[in-house]
């Protein structure tokens, strides 16, 4: 099941980056270098990851993966006539199969040997009132309170009705581990894909290195 490919690869478990799963999606990804905007990975970095959003607001790319706060994080943006935001669930492989939509929670948390407990508590409280979750809004960020979707904008809340229309959430994120020299997850699946998409590694290269970086982290993992 989907579900338990995640949880198997969110914790590092032998050989999942080499089962029949992970290599479906790996070599999916590398299958939509065919479809890139030539200029994608030239801008994918720090100072000018913009410039591939602009590529969308220019009607010169179709889709990109990104999340709700490029609505505000691009709000000053020239854009085609007519443009509007639009969301979708990352499509199944299989017709009618489940399709997912990633989302996450901030955390917080009051340490045992915290002085004022009871303040802490208080503010945990207030953390999810509503007058906290309207100064998230102006910030970008949305509580999950009920009812809190009807004070976003159209265009945001066409982003959040996407469970809605019957997308399922994924959550989630790999488990801690102690530091291990050399080893770092995110730079393996992710940054690589930079690197899959210009031709300069193999998907089997690719997948090899994450199998490997995995196999260092589980004895780490706490």
Do not use: C
Request: hydrophobic fraction near 40%.
């Amino acid at each position: 099941m989907v579900q338990d490919f995640f949880n198997d690869a969110m914790t590092y478990k032998e050989g999942i980056w080499k089962s029949a799963e992970a290599t479906k999606v790996l070599e999916t990804i590398e299958k939509l270098s065919e479809y890139v905007h030539p200029n994608t990975v030239a801008n994918a970095n720090p100072n000018d990851f913009t410039k591939n959003q602009q590529l969308v607001l220019d009607n010169e790319a179709l889709f990109m993966p990104n999340g709700s706060w490029v609505v505000d994080e691009m709000a000053e943006a020239p854009r085609a006539d007519g443009f509007e935001w639009g969301m979708m669930a990352v499509p199944a492989f299989e017709k009618g199969g489940d399709r997912y939509a990633f989302t996450f929670f901030e955390q917080i948390w009051i340490p045992s040997e915290a002085q004022n407990k009871d303040a802490a508590k208080d503010f945990l409280t207030f953390m999810y009132s509503d007058e906290a979750a309207d100064i998230f809004l102006e910030a970008g960020a949305v509580q999950p309170i009920d009812g809190i979707v009807e004070k976003l904008d159209e265009q945001k809340q066409l982003f959040y009705s996407v469970y809605e229309a019957g997308a399922l959430p994924a959550m989630g994120t790999f488990a801690s581990t102690d530091p291990v020299a050399g080893a770092n997850i995110g730079d393996e699946l992710y940054k690589k894909i930079d690197s899959v998409m210009s031709g300069k590694i193999t998907v089997e290269e690719w997948q090899n290195s994450i199998e490997e970086v995995s196999g260092k982290l589980r004895p780490a993992m706490k």
